[in-house]
């Protein structure tokens, strides 16, 4: 197993390193006091060592900061293997809020557990098809995709597709066809369990032919609270909310909850807001950290320490068909990734698991 310590001098080439204040970067520093999984005894040590010999930069010259905390950010996670949860943890991605970062959440939340070692189904239940896209799946018009699972109740398991970036992820590719999804749906049976069924009877028959479980399931949700977000928060047992860090963030957000709220009261019991990501954040701005703040007091437990920045690298990677985890894993965005998957992994082992 790789420990990175390799990357210990290496210095990363990016070009999202902030220019203003420093202090920009206090919100993603790396937590070195978590604890290890699955890494030989003393591993974490040798990580610990090498990441307190990296040299501090001082607060006159944000760009090395910006490079140091990379550094040791790379030291820290590159190569950790994250725990399992002990039962498949379904996680709906979720804000009718239009372009606040779910699809790029959904994907590279699911590419950074997958690389640590865990297994991943991403669902892309939105008919712009985006996360197919960035998972690098075929969702041309006419592929076998989620629109045949919803309306004519194919299983599951003939519509995955496996990524070919990283082992481990897979895929539910969204065509075209979807959008008229939104509407067939209302007249057919059972319209909003649809996906829960189809999902747990490709989970069942994973483990009746002796499959890996799947330890998590994404579901990227369209920027809407119709059918399709309702099949999501159906078959979801965990809603994760990402929030971009922008003016207007918080409107809209007591909308979503209520609907969730409803969902939780006659549909799916299990329902929680779980987590609440920070997006696009951008600490040189004095908006940026209001809106951070405001949301911290709201959800203290659910939002992540970790945030995520505005980087060049994340809004590339979609066009080359992939996440910025594989497209330049180096990058401040790849690594606020990764933290991020490693703090939801993480805190699966500290509660009572979700899933199944
Ligand atoms: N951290 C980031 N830094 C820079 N660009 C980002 C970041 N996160 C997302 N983007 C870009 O912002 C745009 C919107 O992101 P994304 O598609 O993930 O949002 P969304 O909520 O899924 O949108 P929609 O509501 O349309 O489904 C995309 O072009 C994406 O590449
Ligand atoms: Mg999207």
Redesign the pocket.
Same mark, same amino acid.
């Given at each position: 197993m790789s420990t990175s310590t390799e990357h210990v001098d290496d210095v990363p080439r990016d070009d999202e390193v902030p220019t203003g204040d420093p202090a920009v970067s206090r919100e993603t520093e790396p937590r070195l006091e978590w604890a290890q999984d699955g890494l030989p005894a003393g591993v974490d040590a040798h990580r610990a060592a090498l990441v307190a010999a990296v040299p501090d930069a001082d607060e006159e010259t944000p760009l090395a900061a910006q490079l140091a905390i990379d550094a040791r950010r790379r030291i820290d996670l590159q190569g950790r293997r994250f725990p399992k949860p002990e039962r498949t943890r379904v996680i709906t991605v979720a804000?009718q809020?239009?372009?606040?970062?779910? +699809? +790029? /959440? /959904?994907v590279n939340l699911a590419a950074g557990l997958a690389q640590s070692g865990l297994k991943v189904l991403v669902i892309d239940n &939105?008919p712009?098809g985006?996360a197919s896209t960035a998972l690098g799946i075929e969702h041309r018009a006419g592929t076998p995709s989620i629109y045949e699972v919803l309306v004519d109740g194919d299983p599951l398991d003939s519509v995955v597709q496996e990524c070919p970036d990283v082992p481990g992820l897979y895929g539910v590719p969204a065509t075209i066809d979807l959008s008229g999804a939104e509407i067939e749906l209302v007249s057919l049976v059972s319209r909003e369990t649809r996906l829960r069924r189809a999902l747990d009877v490709y989970l069942d028959q994973r483990a009746a032919r002796g499959e890996e479980p799947i330890d998590y399931v994404f579901v &990227?949700?369209? @920027?809407s609270l119709g059918l399709l977000t309702v099949n999501a928060f159906v078959v979801g047992r965990e809603v994760l909310i @990402?929030i971009q860090c922008e003016y207007y963030a918080l409107e809209g957000l007591s909308q979503l909850l209520k609907t969730i709220d409803l969902i939780k009261a006659h549909l799916n019991r299990e329902l929680r807001v779980s987590t609440i990501l920070l /997006?696009?954040?951008d600490g040189r701005t004095n908006l940026a950290q209001q809106v951070a703040a405001e949301v911290r007091q709201h959800f203290p437990g659910e939002t992540l320490r970790t945030t995520? @920045?505005?980087?060049?690298r994340?809004?590339e990677? @979609?066009s080359h068909a992939q996440t910025v985890i594989t497209y330049d894993p180096s990058s401040t965005?790849a690594l606020a990734y990764l933290e991020a998957a490693r703090e939801i992994a993480e805190a699966a082992t500290q509660r009572t698991g979700t899933g199944r």
């Open positions: 804000n809020k239009g372009g606040v970062g779910k +699809t +790029t /959440t /959904t &939105d712009q985006n &990227d949700c369209p @920027p @990402p /997006t696009m954040y995520v @920045p505005r980087s060049v994340i809004s990677a @979609p965005g």
